[in-house]
């Protein structure tokens, strides 16, 4: 993953990090911005950005898309340029990756409130998989992810799509 600051469209990008998942496996979908904004008590903004980066396939998943490790979620703090937590965040127990992520501000408040995000689960003949809800807070720190629908295992479909939230 390369991340690059294209603040100003009229200079050349600038190169801020190339990144490897630490599990070692190949993304397979996009990563998503996760932002808060707070204010000192002196009125100072504080801005924390971190990119939130979910496991894809493994080296021996390539032709299959298939993962011998759980699904986990990585934060990468966009400030300090480092991960959040080495370990990641598990999703579920069961073998699979990530598929797509988005991140969503509820209240309006500049400080993303949960990560929305899919699982790809099973095997190619038989895919299966969840849509999970994970809180985040200003450290970049997850919470537990839940699952936005309780599916049966039967029900399970794979979510490899980003999810795409409003608000009514």
Same mark, same amino acid.
């Given at each position: 993953?390369?991340?690059?600051?294209?603040?100003?469209?009229?200079?050349?990008?600038?190169?801020?990090?190339?990144?490897?998942?630490?599990?070692?496996?190949?993304?397979?979908?996009?990563?998503?911005?996760?932002?808060?904004?707070?204010?000192?008590?002196?009125?100072?903004?504080?801005?924390?950005?971190?990119?939130?980066?979910?496991?894809?396939?493994?080296?021996?998943?390539?032709?299959? /898309?298939?993962?011998?490790?759980?699904?986990?979620?990585?934060?990468?703090?966009?400030?300090?340029?480092?991960?959040?937590?080495?370990?990641?965040?598990?999703?579920?127990?069961?073998?699979?990756?990530?598929?797509?992520?988005?991140?969503?501000?509820?209240?309006?408040?500049?400080?993303?409130?949960?990560?929305?995000?899919?699982?790809?689960?099973?095997?190619?003949?038989?895919?299966?998989?969840?849509? /999970?809800?994970?809180?985040?807070?200003?450290?970049?720190?997850?919470?537990?992810?839940?699952?936005?629908?309780?599916?049966?295992?039967?029900?399970?479909?794979?979510?490899?799509?980003?999810? /795409?939230?409003?608000?009514?």
């Amino acid at each position: 993953i390369v991340v690059m600051d294209i603040t100003n469209p009229e200079k050349a990008p600038k190169v801020l990090a190339e990144l490897t998942i630490p599990d070692g496996s190949y993304t397979n979908s996009n990563p998503d911005i996760v932002k808060f904004r707070t204010y000192s008590d002196s009125g100072e903004v504080e801005d924390a950005w971190y990119l939130a980066v979910g496991t894809g396939v493994s080296e021996a998943g390539i032709n299959s /898309f298939t993962n011998e490790n759980t699904p986990k979620l990585y934060m990468f703090d966009l400030l300090t340029k480092k991960w959040v937590d080495e370990k990641g965040t598990e999703i579920t127990k069961s073998k699979g990756w990530i598929g797509g992520i988005n991140s969503i501000d509820w209240n309006r408040d500049y400080q993303d409130d949960y990560i929305y995000l899919g699982t790809v689960e099973g095997s190619a003949d038989a895919p299966a998989g969840q849509l /999970f809800r994970i809180a985040v807070d200003s450290s970049g720190t997850l919470g537990t992810a839940t699952p936005v629908i309780e599916l049966s295992s039967t029900d399970k479909q794979a979510f490899a799509a980003t999810p /795409f939230t409003v608000e009514d």
